[in-house]
């Protein structure tokens, strides 16, 4: 590259020149810009989600630093003395005291309040949907398996950061979800009740739990999200994007546009557009009403209450257990109502976390994968995915049980009854089901590979029969059918020293459970072949 | 890392990993389709109408500018639409967070649509391909590293001088075991459980009304009546709400006839009137809803239900144990009181609770 292209024009262009080559021969950062600006990032409506996930994240952060500015984590007993009324002269803490006044008191504090809350609620929540995508359509396989539990790491980072800001305001509501947990982690064998002398810093509640909690929520859980997602971000980068199936897209090539400048400009806009919607739900819709709960004391509950949505799948789990579940050991007391439902919790996440492994392990395939799968062509996993959805859901509205009775006018027995029963047949069937349509759509997928479709023209023979023209499809069209891999259950061979390990009797089990049925991709002969034979 | 290749794609097709990579139990088949490359590309509108191409500019001008007006709309409405409740009501938050709001949400929507629409529709359309290039270093790379390490092992005899490393390993594992300790005061010295089992309530504590603090005559409670009740020491304990959340209690009277007691328990009752702890067994929620009719108290967190009627054990829900019961009796002066504390531990299990 000569330097004579170079001739500035304008004043403009003049200082745009000036300052980068100052920053560069200060960082070297044109080596970055090299390598990065003209990236490759493919296109599809769904690697949105993710985008989603970062923009609210940033969203929160804004908007939680100006909070801190007014809000005072301290649990010192005061009596109310603000502008609103109906609590006056009541005993409160700090911390909620000044949740009332930086609602109350603070131009745009309310805004800004339920901008925080309302962007939580969807960072989880497009956290999860991001999840599901990446799950269904396999862009957890090799290489970014590491980066798949970064992943889950940030989702459970998530929540954490999404419960810890629950609780500050210190209200009534929030106060018995603290409660709740402090109650789960007094039945944890051995230690639990250690653990929740030292997280109230005595019994509960205390007076120490919202200022420690403060202290989590704004520095060291935001810390640690922070640089996972760097991690995550890094990853992504290194591994770059994974591209659905389509003509001219391998898996050795990404297909796409550039992140200068059209990709930074889309991106750039959805992230106006994401905090724009977010400003405008905040706008409009009222979240946590703190002012109507009152202060928190451990006497006064409200029904029908709710968690965040986030929680509703805990707080479900521990619904469901089966009364008079205490059980004695050597005089030790393993309360199993509890400690049942928050296992359940644990290894639905740790079946999550290391998914991508057990599969990569049944299949064997060491190969890098960067096209996505649509979910169908991997039917067992997309079955798998939809039981665990199912499970999720069904703990999600256990959360609700009441509100079911309630407004449904069933009982409340009637509905936890079937919401148990549902838990173990639910995924049962989501799974039964899932594997038929996907296999049912790979069927469909083939035959119109082969015989193209019905163009829903009728045509009379010459013999007077009329047939209806099937249109073959364009070999784009096909190539977007037919690319996918196809996996065969693994045959049992005894290894080198002619033994047949549990191992592999295990691999073989799992592997003949994945791929036994399967609808293998048609082949170059079978189109044409098809073809040839294809006027019925 | 990023050349692109405009060229025929054909090649981008075939290129593969040259290292042999298990492929595990997928299928190769040798007379698979083949992939028939990038499609051609289509032109937009704004590419092919130079009069659709101004249109889009002028609206995305327009967009941005409106933005601005929004911004400055935020600004105005901050000082034109102040809280001012205790003059003005609580219209004015509500104003004021809309007006705030509007602005800033139409300021951050204009410039998003803007920038898409410019991004969509006037920047070029063009597909790059970029080969990607195995994750993997490359085995030179690799084999570098290798002697980097081994390097750095020689020179510094880590794997020679074993004991070295181990006592050092040994010294790095112990390090941060004070810092666990630091974090003992945490909480206070006491044993935690042991705190568990006590609450405020002992004999002769008369039990008062939630939260006004007035006492309870036997005759003010009628038959089918529930009070929320407290210790009336409870403004003398340390910690108020520490001791409120283990002593709250629930008081109701039932026809006698109706009420089935433990042989135990029969003086722990005062002519149908019985007192059991508010803290649900489950996990320490107040059981606040009682159904007169069915003598059901209903824990509104996780749906337990207790039978009041029947020394207060489970029906319903995934509570492991009947609430407990407290004491009662009544003064010379007529008003209820406790005549013990409660003989077990309040509240959700743990692990040294029978101990
Ligand atoms: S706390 Fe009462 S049912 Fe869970």
């Not at chain 1, 009596?79 to 700090?94: F, K, R, T």
Request: glycine share 8%; hydrophobic share 45%.
């Amino acid at each position: 590259m000569s330097t004579s292209t170079v001739t500035p024009q304008t004043r403009g262009s003049r200082f745009t020149a000036a300052a980068a080559n100052y920053l560069d021969e200060r960082t070297s950062i044109s080596g970055a810009v090299k390598e990065l600006g003209r990236k490759i990032f493919p296109d599809h409506w769904s690697f949105m989600l993710g985008e989603v996930a970062l923009y609210s994240f940033v969203v929160i952060l804004l908007s939680g630093t100006f909070l801190t500015f007014f809000f005072d984590p301290s649990m010192t007993e005061v009596y109310y003395d603000g502008e609103y009324m109906p609590l006056s002269g009541i005993h409160m803490s700090v911390a909620y005291h000044s949740s009332l006044d930086l609602s109350f008191e603070v131009r745009g504090g309310l805004l800004m309040r339920q901008v925080h809350h309302w962007a939580a609620l969807l960072f989880v929540a497009s956290i999860g949907l991001h999840m599901l995508r990446v799950f269904f359509t396999g862009a957890f396989r090799k290489p970014r398996e590491i980066n798949w539990v970064i992943g889950f790491v940030l989702f459970v980072l998530a929540m954490a950061e999404g419960f810890t800001g629950y609780s500050l305001p210190d209200d009534l509501l929030s106060g018995n979800g603290l409660r709740i947990i402090d109650g789960m982690l007094k039945g944890l064998p051995v230690v639990g009740v250690w653990i929740s002398y030292f997280l109230f810093g005595g019994e509960f509640p205390g007076v120490e739990v919202i200022p420690r909690l403060y202290v989590l929520h704004i520095m060291l859980l935001p810390a640690i999200l922070i640089v996972t997602l760097a991690l995550h971000m890094v990853l992504l980068i290194v591994n770059k994007h994974t591209q659905f199936a389509g003509p001219g897209r391998t898996n050795e090539n990404v297909v796409g546009v550039p992140i200068l400048p059209h990709f930074a400009a889309k991106a750039g806009g959805f992230f106006f557009l994401v905090f724009g919607v977010i400003m405008l739900i905040a706008t409009f819709f009222t979240i946590n009403p703190i002012w109507n709960y009152g202060p928190y004391d451990p006497s006064p509950v409200s029904a029908g209450t709710q968690p965040d949505w986030y929680i509703g799948f805990a707080d479900g789990a521990l619904r469901l257990a089966p009364p008079n579940w205490d059980v004695h050991v050597f005089g030790y007391t393993l309360p199993f109502g509890i400690l049942v439902p928050m296992i359940a919790l644990v290894g639905l996440l740790v079946v999550v976390a290391i998914y991508p492994f057990l599969e990569a392990w049944i299949t064997g395939d060491k190969r890098e994968h960067h096209i996505a799968d649509r979910p169908r062509n991997a039917p067992t996993r997309t079955a798998i995915g939809a039981a665990g959805v199912t499970f999720y859901a069904v703990m999600w509205a256990a959360a609700s049980s009441d509100i079911m009775a309630t407004h449904f006018m069933l009982t409340m027995e009637g509905v936890i009854h079937t919401l148990q029963a549902l838990l173990f047949v639910g995924p049962v069937i989501a799974y039964i089901v899932t594997k038929r349509i996907c296999l049912g759509l790979q069927k469909k997928d083939r035959e119109i590979a082969l015989h193209g479709f019905e163009s829903g023209r009728i045509v009379r023979m010459p013999g007077g029969a009329y047939i209806e023209v099937h249109e073959q499809l364009d070999e784009y069209e096909r190539w977007r059918l037919v690319s996918y891999t196809d996996y065969a259950p693994l045959m049992i061979r005894p290894n080198a020293k002619g033994r047949i390990t549990a191992t592999q009797r295990a691999r073989a089990a799992l592997s003949r459970w994945f791929f036994e049925d399967r609808i293998v991709p048609p082949t170059k002969g079978e189109i044409e072949h098809a073809k040839e034979h294809g006027h019925h | 890392m990023s050349q692109h290749d405009d060229e025929a794609t054909g090649s981008a097709v075939e290129a593969h990993t040259p290292r042999e990579v298990s492929i595990g139990t997928a299928v190769a088949n040798s007379d698979a389709v083949e992939n028939p490359g990038l499609p051609p590309h289509r032109e937009r509108v704004t590419d092919l109408d130079p009069r659709k191409d101004r249109q889009m500019s002028r609206r995305v001008v327009a967009l941005f500018l409106f933005s601005i007006l929004a911004s400055i709309f935020a600004i105005v409405a901050y000082f034109v639409w102040p809280i001012d409740v205790s003059v003005e009501g609580f219209g004015t938050i509500r104003n004021n967070n809309m007006a705030i709001g509007i602005g800033l949400a139409f300021a951050l929507l204009a410039i998003g649509t803007g920038v898409v629409l410019w991004g969509k529709n006037l920047m070029s359309g063009e597909e790059f391909v970029e080969q990607r290039h195995g994750t993997r270093g490359t085995d030179e790379v690799r084999a570098k590293v290798v002697k980097i390490f081994d390097d750095a092992n020689k020179e510094s005899g880590f794997g020679r001088r074993k004991l070295i490393r181990n006592t050092l390993f040994g010294a790095i594992a112990a390090w941060p075991l004070p810092a666990i300790f630091l974090f003992r005061d945490l909480a206070p010295a006491a044993e935690p459980h042991e705190l568990l089992r006590h609450t405020m309530w002992d004999a002769g504590i008369r039990l008062v009304r939630d939260p006004d603090g007035t006492p309870i005559r036997a005759a003010d409670v009628t038959i089918g009546s529930a009070f929320h009740v407290i210790p009336e020491n409870l403004e003398e304990a340390d910690h108020v709400l520490d001791a409120k959340a283990k002593a709250v209690v629930l008081l109701m009277r039932l026809n006698p006839a109706e009420l089935n007691e433990r042989e135990d328990r029969k003086d722990w009752s005062y002519d149908g009137i019985v007192a059991y702890s508010k803290i649900c067994t489950h996990v320490g929620c107040p059981v606040a809803l009682y159904e007169q009719h069915t003598h059901h108290l209903l824990c509104p967190c996780h749906q337990s239900q207790f039978d009041v009627a029947n020394h207060a054990a489970v029906i319903f829900g995934p509570a492991a144990r009947p609430l407990p019961q407290l004491p009662i009796e009544v003064d010379a002066e007529g008003y209820l009181v406790a005549k013990s504390d409660f003989t077990e531990p309040v509240g959700p299990s743990f692990w040294e609770r029978e101990r």
